[in-house]
Nanobody, 120 residues
């Protein structure tokens, strides 16, 4: 199983960016997908998660500015980032909780990360 993220980039404060992440490989089911971010010197933190069943959850600092969505058929998760601030600068990692067959446990997988830089 691989998670391939794309998007991100460099933008001025107040601007917008988007990112997407595709899960590929042998999978039986995906419980949820999401995004986390890690800024230099800080711990990885939740950006947003979207489960297959249940409510979407956003990190406190991005609520109202970021939107997560998902294409279940394409095993793809998207992140639309609006009203970006310099403190949003980080490497953004996509995440999926999935299992590869009916007998396996639900496991967490991570993408390679994509850089988001917001200049002031």
């Amino acid at each position: 199983v691989q998670l391939q993220a794309s998007g991100g980039g460099l933008v001025q404060a107040g601007g917008s960016l988007s990112a997407s992440c595709v899960a590929s490989g042998g999978m039986f089911g995906i419980r949820g997908m999401g995004w986390y971010r890690e800024a230099p010197g800080k711990q990885r933190e939740l950006v947003a998660i979207i489960p297959s069943a249940g409510m979407t959850t956003y990190g406190h600092s991005v609520k109202g500015r970021f939107t997560i969505s998902r294409d279940t058929a394409q095993n793809t998760v998207y992140l639309q980032m609006n009203s970006l601030k310099p403190e949003d600068t980080a490497v953004y990692y996509c995440n999926a909780v999935l299992r590869v067959d009916t007998s396996s446990r639900w496991s967490e997988y991570w993408g390679q990360g994509t850089q988001v830089t917001v200049s002031s």
